[in-house]
Antibody, heavy 118, light 110 residues
């Protein structure tokens, strides 16, 4: 079955960077977009961007342009989210999700909590 | 990209129906058939419940149904059950390889 397994919780200081990983199994990693979605305390879901592992192509939400980098390593079926210039309002849970051609997200990772605090 | 608008809460008694709205713009919900809905229980990852406005993935009960009119999509849960108590989020493709989510609706089963 399709599984996305993410890296564990991180605690970072303001201004630092964080890198979250998402390892896929149960399907051909290169055949699907991989999206990143975050959920901040008390807030809803927020789409951050996607990567297509086949080519490494990316598309980022304007909100995160300049601070976010999404990469992937097809040899180990793993995608990465790199977020720099962390602020306290970046505290939240970061999810990876597989994207389908019908523009839905059908499988999700378990989430990676990130806390930004001095 | 502005978030889609959902009511913060909705409720119903077991067996009743509840409908959640999701209002966007002519550039997202109104333009594309790519509206999807997600259920999220506390501490869990979201789960896909509806895609392409009205379609259900296999395994999702037919008590869950979706619709759309102009810039507003809706999710209806019929025959409410205790396990339906969760947060529900809508999402829409917004063009130019971007997506947008709603703020979420907490459904309470009374």
């Amino acid at each position: 079955q399709v599984q996305l397994v993410q890296s564990g919780a991180e605690v970072k200081k303001p201004g630092a960077s964080v890198k979250v990983s998402c390892k896929a199994s149960g399907y051909t990693f290169s055949d699907y977009y991989l999206h990143w979605v975050r959920q901040t305390p008390g807030q809803g879901l927020e789409w951050m961007g996607w990567i297509t592992p086949h080519s490494g192509g990316t598309s980022y939400s304007q909100k995160f342009q300049g601070r976010v980098t999404m990469t992937s390593d097809t040899s180990i079926s793993t995608a990465y989210l790199d977020l720099s210039g962390l602020r306290s309002d970046d505290t939240g849970v970061y999810f990876c999700a597989r994207g389908r051609t019908d523009n839905s997200f059908d499988s999700w990772g378990q989430g990676s909590p990130v806390t930004v605090s001095s | 990209q502005s978030a889609l608008t959902q009511p913060p809460s909705a409720s119903g008694s077991p067996g009743q129906s509840v409908t959640i709205s999701c209002t966007g713009a002519s550039s997202d919900v109104g333009r594309y058939k790519y509206v999807s809905w997600y259920q999220q229980h506390p501490g869990k990852a979201p789960k896909l419940m509806i895609y392409e406005v009205t379609k259900r993935p296999s395994g999702v009960p037919d008590r869950f149904s979706g619709s759309k009119s102009a810039n507003t999509a809706s999710l209806t849960i019929s025959g409410l059950q205790a396990d339906d108590e969760a947060d529900y989020y809508c999402s829409s493709y917004a063009g130019s390889d971007t997506w947008v989510f709603g703020g979420g609706t907490k459904v309470t089963v009374l």
